[in-house]
């Protein structure tokens, strides 16, 4: 049955006195679309956040591939990409630099990483604007040029957080197929959603309650 791409094991995340996670399990193998769920400060980014190695845990561990995932870069090593909440993109580069800069980063071949760029883009519908500077883009373009940089990376682990909530009903099936089709593809794709459709389009959901997990 071969091994999960994600395997995480009694994770507790505190901030001060507040214990985002307390204990939490995950186990995501290839092929699989996961869904996080659950009301706000329920812990659903702190754990997006732990599998992206920019949270550490105070106890239990993450494992990707193998790999233990101390932090950021063991993360990256292990091929994990997020979409994060807010989008972070830089507004002052164009659609098309957001997408190409981390693809250069990560070691992309600069000959073949604007194709993979470009059409990253056109799935999610922005062909018309490459080159328009990020501040000039709607919020609902905005997000879709997160998920098309998440995308374009192209890891065994995409992780999206909140990917479709600035988008109308047409992009988010737009958006909502693409990460099917990801995790078609071999990958494991953890999506927190508040989006009842988001959910709904997940092989599983995983449901949070004050940081612990409870049966969906
Ligand atoms: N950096 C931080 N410092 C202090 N507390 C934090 C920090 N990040 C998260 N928290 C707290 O941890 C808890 C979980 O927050 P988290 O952002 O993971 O929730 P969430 O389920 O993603 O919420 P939302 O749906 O509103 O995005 C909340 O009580 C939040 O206030």
């Known amino acids: 049955m071969g091994e999960?791409?994600?395997?995480?094991t009694g994770v507790v995340v505190r901030f001060g006195a507040t214990t985002a996670l307390d204990g939490v399990d995950l186990v995501v193998w290839p092929g699989e679309l996961v869904a996080v769920t659950g009301h706000s400060g329920a812990g659903k980014t702190t754990l997006l956040g732990v599998l992206a190695g920019l949270v550490r845990p105070a106890e239990g561990e993450v494992v990707v591939g193998g790999v233990r995932v101390t932090g950021l870069?063991?993360?990256?090593?292990a091929g994990v990409s997020l979409v994060p909440q807010g989008n972070g993109l830089a507004a002052v580069l164009t659609a098309r630099?957001?997408?190409?800069?981390?693809?250069?980063?990560?070691?992309?071949?600069?000959g073949a990483a604007p194709a993979r760029a470009t059409a990253a883009l056109d799935a999610v519908g922005l062909g018309e604007v490459h080159d328009h500077l990020v501040?000039?883009?709607?919020?609902?373009?905005?997000?879709?040029?997160?998920?098309?940089?998440?995308?374009?990376?192209?890891?065994?682990?995409l992780l999206a957080d909140e990917p479709t909530s600035e988008l109308d009903h047409t992009n988010r099936e737009v958006?909502?197929?693409?990460?099917?089709?990801?995790a078609d593809g071999g990958a494991a794709v953890v999506m927190a959603t508040h989006d009842p459709e988001a959910a709904a389009a997940a092989d599983r959901v995983l449901h949070l309650d004050d940081g612990v997990a409870v049966p969906g």
């Open 175 to 182: 958006v909502l197929r693409l990460l099917r089709a990801r």
């Open 135 to 157: 501040e000039e883009l709607s919020g609902g373009q905005q997000q879709r040029v997160a998920v098309a940089r998440g995308l374009a990376l192209a890891g065994p682990v």
């Open 97 to 110: 630099e957001n997408v190409l800069v981390p693809l250069l980063a990560r070691g992309v071949d600069a």
């Open 73 to 77: 870069a063991a993360a990256v090593g």
């Open 4 to 8: 999960p791409v994600v395997r995480c």
